[in-house]
């Protein structure tokens, strides 16, 4: 019989060999491994999920800001506990502080703003009229419903206007009829 076959049989020995059960030596039909362990305190649980790591540092955190709690997101409060040394002159946390700021992209010239540009205007659109509707709306093409509203208000400040104009007009023209001097001198 070999070996194989005396453990499938439970345990059971021939009898010319013997097995002395001791210390360390408990009976095969109890061994470790033939039954289930309890699970201990300190033994890893092998279910049991590992922590969300992204959960937790996306969670915010309680900080005291010029005395008084505020919720920060963690990387905002490490932002603040690094700035404290920046200002307290420590040459490694600055390092760290250029590297974050280099890291969001704070450190970056601004990009350049476009000075020179060519917008075509509609035809039939004068041009005061689509200076106001690009300070308004932006760029053509524009929407038709505003395009209409900005267009009768621009045709009634041009007739208040030539009103205005008229009135002046009249005004000066009166100014100088009784002044005795006419348009043709003046």
């Not at 590992?50 to 005395?67: F, H, N, S, T």
């Not at 932006?138 to 929407?143: A, S």
């Not at 267009?151 to 205005?164: F, G, K, P, T, W």
Request: charged residues 30%; positive net charge.
């Amino acid at each position: 019989m070999s070996k194989n076959d005396d453990e499938a049989s439970g345990g059971e020995s021939e009898p010319h060999e013997t097995y002395e059960v001791g210390y360390g030596k408990p009976p095969k039909a109890t061994r470790f491994g033939v039954r289930a362990q309890p699970l201990r305190p300190g033994r890893r649980r092998d279910k049991q999920r590992a922590p969300d790591v992204a959960a937790l540092l996306d969670r915010p955190i309680e900080a005291r800001i010029d005395g008084k709690i505020t919720k920060l997101h963690p990387h905002e409060a490490v932002l603040h506990g690094l700035f404290k040394r920046v200002v307290a002159g420590e040459i490694r946390a600055i390092k760290l502080f250029l590297e974050q700021c280099k890291r969001a992209k704070l450190l970056d010239p601004p990009p350049q703003i476009v000075s020179r540009s060519v917008i075509v205007v509609p035809d039939g659109i004068p041009m005061p009229l689509a200076a106001w509707l690009f300070k308004c709306a932006g760029p053509p093409p524009w929407d038709g419903k505003r395009f209409e509203l900005l267009r009768d208000e621009y045709e009634r400040d041009v007739a208040s206007i030539e009103q205005l104009k008229e009135q002046a007009k009249a005004i000066h023209r009166s100014a100088m009829d009784q002044g005795g001097v006419h348009d043709d001198q003046a």
